[in-house]
């Protein structure tokens, strides 16, 4: 009787360490989403002025487009967009200045979410943390969001284990 006192007892206390650690705040995930499903492509760590970047192909120039965004808070906060050419839907109006053969720019901007229609002319990709995600083959080609989320303790403690 004893022992199953104190299996018990340990077993209720092993439960309430986890929720409390499952409730305590433990930093930032980037999270990449079906627009429409909310299915999820991607999770990555992430922590204040982690750069998020899209780079993908303009449909209509042909020429690389490069968006840059840096993690503050909850938000997606843009901070450079480069590009080749003038062409429709980039600002020609901006002011701009030119660096190692493109533009370069620092658009206003702070997004909770994000909203990309992956495609296979544009060929979009993610960088994160040094790494490069290519959202055509991960999503099929599907629209995402893509925004910032907090992550509880035990979240990331276990990151490590995530593969």
């Keep these: 009787?004893?022992?199953?006192?104190?299996?018990i007892t340990a077993?209720?206390?092993?439960?309430?360490?986890?929720s409390?650690?499952?409730?305590?705040?433990?930093?930032?995930?980037?999270?990449?989403e079906d627009a429409e499903t909310g299915e999820v492509?991607?999770?990555?760590?992430?922590e204040d002025g982690?750069?998020?970047a899209?780079?993908?192909?303009?449909?209509v120039e042909k020429t690389r487009v490069y968006d840059e965004y840096t993690v503050r808070g909850d938000h997606l906060e843009m901070t450079?967009?480069?590009f080749e050419s003038f062409g429709w839907g980039l600002p020609s109006r901006a002011n701009v200045t030119r660096e190692d053969g493109v533009y370069v720019f620092d658009p206003p901007g702070n997004y909770t979410r994000i909203t990309v229609a992956p495609g296979e002319i544009a060929g979009h990709k993610l960088h994160v943390?040094?790494?490069?995600?290519d959202l055509v083959a991960r999503t099929n080609e599907r629209s995402v969001t893509i925004h910032v989320t907090r992550r509880s303790a035990f979240e990331a403690a276990t990151d490590q284990f995530d593969t």
Aim: net charge positive; charged share 15%; aromatic share 8%.
């Design 80 to 82: 450079r967009m480069e």
């Design 1 to 7: 009787m004893r022992r199953r006192y104190v299996a």
């Design 41 to 46: 492509y991607l999770q990555v760590p992430v």
């Design 11 to 18: 077993l209720v206390a092993l439960l309430l360490i986890g």
């Design 54 to 59: 899209l780079e993908y192909t303009h449909s």
């Design 20 to 32: 409390a650690a499952a409730a305590l705040p433990g930093g930032r995930t980037l999270v990449v």
């Design 50 to 52: 982690t750069v998020v």
């Design 129 to 133: 943390n040094g790494e490069t995600y």
